[in-house]
């Protein structure tokens, strides 16, 4: 596009100039035209052949001891050229006349010759011209006049530094017109040019004000460019959308964690409340029960916090990593134990395989333990008692794989983009769901920042099956 615009550029300019060399010669052949028409053809031509006619002429003048004559041709000549003619002595006399008008002078002074060579006679109404005609000793004048109006003279003086400043005020007139006329091209021009770029700068002004739907058609020079405005303008219009919905799921998902947080906060509060009160007594047993539910609640709590500054944490990157070489499958192996020791989950159905006993990387290992606790955690409590849980542990080539696995209830296919989102929590939570919603979006990231990944595949009613690769050999970037 680039050099488009430039050879578009380029060629306006020499437009330009050509433009006006044409304008130029169009005006010097004009004005050549106009003069041809006020002076007549014979003003440059005529005049030159009527001059050489003049000094051809002596030869059909005859001069003899018994007079001066003429020859019939020469007659000829002058009825057909419309002239006359007087043959003059040294002292101006007229020797010999043809064709004479009437009233023309019969003698001549020098001013008189010269008046008459100059200006037209008045009283013959003729141009006249003068000739010589030598003799045996003796040299005559004659004198040839004209009656044709389309031969005439013109005597010009003239001063030199009139002339100058004339042709310097022409020159300057000429360059003037010459300039008012470019720019005016010009002008046409750069309108032409900078028409699009108009659209493109009013576009861009829409888009900086959030106005998102622009569009242009992707046509001439600035096609790239306009394309390119397109395409902006989509993608701003698809993050606007996209910010509206985090907004919305953020908005939604401060609501649930405030009411998670708030109902253990009621409780601790209502229970202290009774235990300060005076006119409560309370016995030893009553009192370790209130104790046991504040513990429990400040627990959950404290787990909710731990949350939002681990989601912080690894969001931002500020999470360094205390890696070990430990036994991943026993890492793993002791998670389900855990969970199965736990009351609360103790008759759901969880079993764990290994391809290996041993499988060693060098990995967090409570980051590890928290990720694959939040995977476990979420397949119960998304599902039925009766779901049963597979959790195993392999290893492929480089890579440790961890799978967690139920036949439960599933993930509609528009959740399963979105559940390691931040803030979003999915449809089928069930009673035992509490916390911060922000378990499946910690994994994420804690795989992420150990060079792994995530993969999830559901089918509704048939189960999920979540699977996490974690390379053996990879180098953390330290962030400064």
Request: glycine share 6%; aromatic share 8%; with cysteine.
């Amino acid at each position: 596009m680039k050099w488009k615009l430039t050879g578009r550029y380029l060629l306006s300019v020499v437009l330009i100039v050509v433009i006006v060399i044409i304008m130029n010669i169009f005006v010097l052949i004009w004005l050549n035209i106009q003069q041809l028409k006020l002076n007549g053809p014979l003003l440059h031509s005529e005049d030159n052949s009527a001059v050489s006619f003049v000094r051809s002429f002596a030869g059909q003048i005859r001069v003899s001891p018994s007079g001066i004559s003429m020859t019939d041709q020469g007659k000829a000549e002058l009825q057909n050229k419309q002239a006359w003619l007087q043959v003059l002595d040294e002292d101006g006399k007229v020797l010999y006349g043809y064709d004479v008008p009437e009233k023309a002078k019969t003698k001549y002074t020098p001013m008189d010759i010269i008046q008459t060579y100059k200006y037209v006679e008045e009283e013959t109404l003729s141009t006249v011209f003068i000739g010589e005609k030598a003799g045996a000793d003796y040299r005559y004048s004659y004198l040839i006049g004209t009656k044709d109006r389309n031969l005439q003279r013109y005597v010009l003086t003239y001063d030199y530094r009139v002339i100058g400043r004339t042709i310097r005020l022409g020159i300057l007139v000429v360059i003037a017109v010459d300039g008012f006329v470019a720019l005016c091209i010009a002008y046409i021009f750069s309108k032409r040019l900078t028409r699009p770029l108009h659209a493109l700068i009013n576009g861009i002004k829409q888009l900086a004000h959030k106005n998102y739907h622009v569009y242009y058609e992707s046509k001439g020079v600035y096609k790239e460019v306009f394309h390119n405005i397109n395409v902006l303008s989509q993608n701003l219009q698809a993050g606007e959308q996209e910010r509206k919905k985090l907004d919305q799921m953020k908005e939604e998902w401060i609501g649930n964690i405030s009411h998670d947080i708030k109902t253990p906060l009621a409780s601790i509060q209502g229970y202290a409340e009774m235990m300060k009160d005076k006119d409560y007594q309370f016995s030893i047993e009553e009192m370790r029960e209130y104790a046991e539910i504040i513990e429990s609640k400040s627990l959950y709590l404290r787990d909710v916090i731990e949350d939002l500054n681990l989601s912080t944490r690894l969001k931002n990157k500020k999470m360094m990593l205390n890696k070990k070489n430990v036994n991943i499958v026993g890492l793993v192996r002791n998670i389900v134990i855990d969970t199965l020791n736990d009351a609360r989950y103790a008759n759901r159905n969880i079993d764990f395989h290994c391809s290996n006993e041993v499988i060693n990387i060098d990995v967090d290992g409570i980051l590890i333990r928290r990720a694959v606790s939040n995977l476990i955690y979420n397949a119960i409590v998304h599902n039925d008692e009766q779901v049963a849980i597979q959790v195993g542990v392999k290893k492929s080539g480089l890579d440790v794989w961890i799978c967690v696995q139920d036949n439960g209830k599933g993930i509609r296919e528009d959740e399963l983009e979105r559940i390691f989102d931040r803030y979003y929590r999915g449809t089928n939570t069930g009673e035992l769901h509490k916390g911060s919603g922000l378990g499946m979006a910690i994994t994420h990231d804690i795989v992420k920042a150990h060079g792994g990944d995530v993969s999830v595949t559901s089918e509704l009613h048939q189960g999920t099956r979540i699977e996490i690769r974690l390379p053996i050999f990879f180098k953390e970037e330290r962030n400064s």
